[in-house]
Nanobody, 115 residues
């Protein structure tokens, strides 16, 4: 069964840093691009970063230069290092394949940027 379990979300001050983690199961991890998505109330979920099985990253313009996506294929895990956080980064962050498995979203990690 396809599963994604995100962790690491919390309350952080503007300018702060945070690292999200995601453990996956139920599919061939190395066969997929993986991505971090985020969603705020009333808005569609958006992809913020994607990484190929060979560790080639791509980033949305909104987070480029501040966030770094990595993966550990031996641990079936995905990570997102977030630096220089601002209020617009407040969201629930999810990991999934790219394109995503429908209806296989985890609970997400709530990131709140607030002073």
């Amino acid at each position: 069964q396809v599963q994604h379990a995100e962790s690491g979300g919390c309350l952080v001050q503007p300018g702060g840093s945070l690292r999200l983690s995601c453990v996956t199961s139920g599919y061939t991890f190395t066969g997929w691009d993986m991505a971090w998505y985020r969603q705020t109330p009333g808005k569609q979920r958006e992809m913020v970063a994607r990484i190929s099985p060979g560790h080639i990253p791509n980033y949305a313009d909104s987070i480029k230069g501040r966030f770094t996506i990595t993966r550990d294929n031996t641990k079936r895990s995905l990570y997102l290092q977030m630096n220089a956080l601002n209020f617009d980064d407040t969201a629930v962050y999810y990991c999934n394949t790219s394109p995503p498995f429908d209806n296989r979203w985890g609970q997400g990690a709530q990131v709140t940027v607030s002073s």
